[in-house]
């Protein structure tokens, strides 16, 4: 079974410029997640989608953060104007089902700088 | 906002040893889970132990929970340069999405 692919994997920008990070889940994941995750620091949901649909966006910057999830399989997070405070690693996850205890599968992420 | 926080921070053992990671969360939860992170890759998931248990085991992983305490410990043993990497402890107070700690730093010195 294939896992959470993301890309790209690296992205260097200058600040204001803009990027967006692609997201295929595992198939047949109805839920997916973006997490951004600063060094030394655990993970940070952004935003949670059910299927096609925004399920939980409260902790996205949503003044320069973007998500879509237009056909409820793959996604793009956009970040427009690009912020230093924004380089991390934006890790994209799945799961089968929103319901409690379900286990979340990552992609190995997109590790972005801003200069 | 972080549910849960990791105790210690970093912790330095040598193979063979037992390392000893602590997880202490702030609201009432469903599950509580424990994820691993090797230097620049993603999260793995190792272990989930239910609000209604008190240890659960999975190969050289024992896992324990207080509910009283708020408060959950992840114990790997005869370790190996191998676990060498983060580890996380994940809530779902709200039924969802999982939220994580800072994480501990694990690393094995052979």
């Known amino acids: 079974e294939a896992g959470v692919a993301q890309s790209p994997r690296y992205k260097i920008i200058e600040k204001r410029q803009s990027v967006a990070f692609w997201c295929n889940p595992i198939?047949?994941?109805?839920?997916l997640y973006w997490y951004q995750q600063i060094l030394g620091q655990g993970p940070k949901l952004l935003i949670q989608?059910?299927?096609?649909?925004?399920?939980?966006d409260s902790q996205l910057p949503k003044d320069r953060f973007s998500a879509e999830r237009l056909k409820g399989v793959d996604s793009t997070l956009k970040i427009q104007p690009a912020k230093l405070e924004d380089s991390a690693v934006y890790l994209c996850?799945?799961?089968?089902?929103?319901?409690?205890?379900?286990?979340?599968?990552f992609g190995e992420g997109s590790w972005l700088t801003v200069v | 906002s972080q549910q849960g926080e990791e105790d210690p921070q970093a912790l330095s053992i040598q193979e063979g040893e037992n390392a000893t990671m602590n997880c202490s969360y702030k609201?009432?939860?469903?599950?509580l889970q424990w994820y691993r992170q090797n230097s620049g890759r993603g999260l793995v998931h190792l272990i989930l132990?239910?609000?209604?248990?008190r240890e659960k085991h999975s190969g050289r992983l024992r896992v324990t929970l207080d509910t009283s305490k708020k408060s959950s410990s992840l114990l790997i043993t005869a370790s190996r340069a191998a676990d060498t990497a983060s580890y996380f402890c994940?809530?779902?107070?709200?039924?969802?999405?999982?939220?994580f700690g800072k994480g501990t730093t694990l690393s094995v010195s052979s």
């Open positions: 996850a799945s799961s089968s089902r929103r319901e409690s205890g379900n286990t979340i599968y």
């Open positions: 198939s047949g994941h109805a839920t």
């Open positions: 989608f059910q299927n096609n649909g925004v399920v939980d």
């Open positions: 609201t009432s939860i469903n599950n």
């Open positions: 132990i239910r609000s209604n248990e």
């Open positions: 994940a809530t779902d107070p709200a039924g969802t999405a999982l939220i």
